[in-house]
């Protein structure tokens, strides 16, 4: 609720959850009960025709109140409506009283719907009004002074009392207003946090996915391109070896299928199944140096042992990427893989002497891709390139 709206201007919506909405049904039992009493009441002490009278008009507070007063409780104070229906309430309680004094009863249910319809001052206003018609009749009717007298302290304690109790009403309706304001926009919050949250997982998972295909089944693809088209230059000259890279690009192939099942079935990667990081590290190189025919070299420092599986995907990919990347572009005669354990982390690096590139080279997808993964896992990524003069590139997680 803004702080510069006076909190008796503030409207009060009763809906499902407000403090008066929930418990209507009991509002209107109590309303019918002191109507009832109020009518017996007045028969029990008048049962003539102005007790008749009186219970008429009583009962013409029943459509008034179904018909058109009952639309407004838990609606706008500021309706027009609102307000006449309080001032026929008041014409016919002041109508029954000054016929039968003993009416004044029905204030007992009158009082409280002022409260429920209008705002605090002008429901104030309505009390007294209500009060007026018996506290008139009571002083042209000749009473005692101490009747007077205990009449009057009474309406004004009546009245007061009214008058504070309404008041603290309407300030715990306007706080259970604002709180269940406040709540529907924490769910109204809660609810678009929730959707950027799954947007964002959406898009993470559509990056893992994408990071994946690109280092395993893409480079795969290459792989079988240039083992094929190795091939096709040697089927007529030497078909010996045209069948091995043929072979070796069913090797491919087959090796594809399985990251393909693995990235499916949201399993390890194919290289890792059923052996540790160093093998597979190892068989990497070893392919490397059977289908390019160049010198590749593997060293393995440091006792090997099993690392996190984050760890251990992020260091096989990188080696992936790396070599694919010396296969593609580096037209290197030599390459080294250097696998290191160390007591706090590992260390992956990979040196070839092939031409090299420039540091404005250095934005390919493959590039931005490892370093991606190696800082999902803390790591430091680090390439170190001149054109000529090979590449390095090195990783390290910690164990």
């Not at 079935?265 to 990081?277: K, N, V």
Request: aromatic content about 8%.
């Amino acid at each position: 609720m803004p702080d510069d709206i006076p909190l008796e201007a503030a409207p009060r919506r009763m809906r499902a959850d407000d403090a008066w909405d929930w418990g209507l049904g009991r509002w209107e039992a109590y309303f019918g009960l002191v109507l009832v009493s109020t009518i017996l009441y007045v028969l029990n002490d008048h049962l003539t025709w102005t007790g008749l009278v009186a219970t008429g008009i009583l009962l013409v507070t029943v459509p008034w109140y179904v018909l058109f007063g009952r639309r407004f409780l838990g609606r706008d104070t500021s309706a027009r409506g609102a307000y006449a229906y309080v001032g026929g309430l008041i014409v016919l309680c002041g109508a029954a009283a000054l016929t039968a004094p003993e009416s004044s009863l029905v204030l007992f249910a009158a009082c409280p719907q002022c409260f429920m319809l209008v705002r605090w001052r002008e429901s104030v206003a309505a009390l007294v009004l209500l009060n007026a018609v018996p506290a008139v009749r009571l002083l042209a009717g000749g009473a005692s002074a101490g009747t007077i007298v205990s009449f009057l302290v009474w309406t004004v304690v009546v009245v007061g009392f009214s008058a504070f109790f309404g008041l603290w009403i309407e300030r715990i309706i306007a706080q259970s207003t604002e709180r269940r304001e406040l709540i529907a926009q924490l769910e109204t919050t809660r609810a678009e946090l929730a959707e950027v949250s799954r947007e964002a997982g959406v898009m993470a998972e559509r990056e893992r996915m994408a990071g994946e295909i690109h280092d395993t089944l893409a480079q795969g693809f290459t792989s079988i391109l240039m083992l094929l088209q190795a091939a096709d230059a040697y089927v007529g000259r030497d078909p010996e070896e045209a069948r091995r890279q043929v072979g070796l690009a069913a090797r491919t192939a087959r090796e594809n299928l399985a990251e393909a099942r693995a990235l499916v079935a949201a399993l390890p990667p194919a290289p890792l199944g059923g052996s540790s990081l160093d093998e597979a590290v190892a068989r990497l190189t070893g392919r490397m140096r059977e289908e390019l025919g160049v010198t590749a070299d593997y060293t393995l420092t440091g006792a090997p042992r099993r690392l996190t599986a984050g760890a251990e995907v992020v260091l096989l990919r990188v080696a992936q990427e790396g070599l694919a990347n010396v296969r593609r572009h580096a037209k290197a005669e030599l390459v080294e893989v250097r696998l290191t354990y160390a007591p706090e982390s590992v260390r992956l690096e990979i040196r070839d002497d092939g031409v090299g590139f420039g540091p404005d080279a250095a934005r390919g997808f493959g590039l931005h891709g490892m370093r991606e993964r190696v800082g999902q896992v803390g790591g430091a990524f680090g390439v170190r390139s001149e054109p000529g003069a090979g590449t390095t590139v090195t990783v390290e997680v910690p164990a």
